[in-house]
């Protein structure tokens, strides 16, 4: 019988041992949206896809749907993203976005402009320095996310997201002085997903 091979581009949200040298991989792709995927032996040492697909990789996968599921068949890097991954405030933030993304999309459907909007946001994230600056970055991503998805309604007296990245600065000021109010709808739309 054979099988047809799926040529995705994604990112690695998470990646969970199974198996001798197994792992599970979750991947937000953009042409199927979350998939979860068998890569055999990706654990052990001499696996050449092992560096390729450490998390929050971006990364072509070619993929085979199985009787149990997706299993990887090759990979080739986009980007490791190992310029957030090594700065300990940003690698947080990184954290924070990937969590809240695998809660809150349910199954595999694709959402071409959710895919964008992580790539955007990744390339703000690359700016950031300060462990305030990250922080507040996870505030903006969650709303960012929420919106994206149907959860958020802006309200009037919103910080607005501006268009060019040289203000990004000055909107997270904006975010910082609003945010005892923004949380508090952060976590009631969280709520209100049932996720």
């Known amino acids: 019988m054979a099988y047809r091979i799926y040529h995705v581009e994604g990112i690695v949200l998470q990646s969970k041992p199974t198996g001798e040298g197994d792992a ?3 991947v937000y792709t953009k042409e199927l949206g979350l998939v979860f ?3 055999k032996s990706l654990r052990l040492a001499r696996s050449r896809l092992r560096f390729v697909l450490q998390r929050f990789a971006h990364a072509h996968l070619d993929l085979v749907r199985g009787k149990h599921g997706w299993r ?3 990979a080739r890097t986009i980007d490791t993203q190992s310029t957030l991954f090594r700065h ?3 690698k947080k933030a990184l954290a924070a976005m990937a969590s809240m993304l695998l809660r809150l999309i349910q199954g595999e459907e ?3 402009e959710l895919y964008m ?3 955007q946001e990744l390339e703000r994230l690359r700016a950031l320095d300060s462990a305030v600056d990250c922080h507040l970055f996870e505030l903006h991503a969650a709303m960012t996310i929420l919106r994206s998805l149907g959860y958020w309604e802006d309200l009037p007296g919103d910080p607005l997201v501006p268009a060019a990245q040289e203000e990004f600065g ?3 000021l904006a975010i910082e002085k609003e945010r005892s109010r923004l949380i508090p ?3 009631t739309a969280l709520r209100a997903t049932h996720l």
């Open 24 to 26: 599970l991989l979750f």
């Open 37 to 39: 995927v068998v890569a």
């Open 72 to 74: 990887l068949t090759s």
């Open 88 to 90: 300990p405030y940003r």
């Open 110 to 112: 694709p959402h071409p």
């Open 117 to 119: 909007i992580i790539f």
């Open 170 to 172: 000055r909107y997270l």
């Open 185 to 187: 709808r952060i976590n």
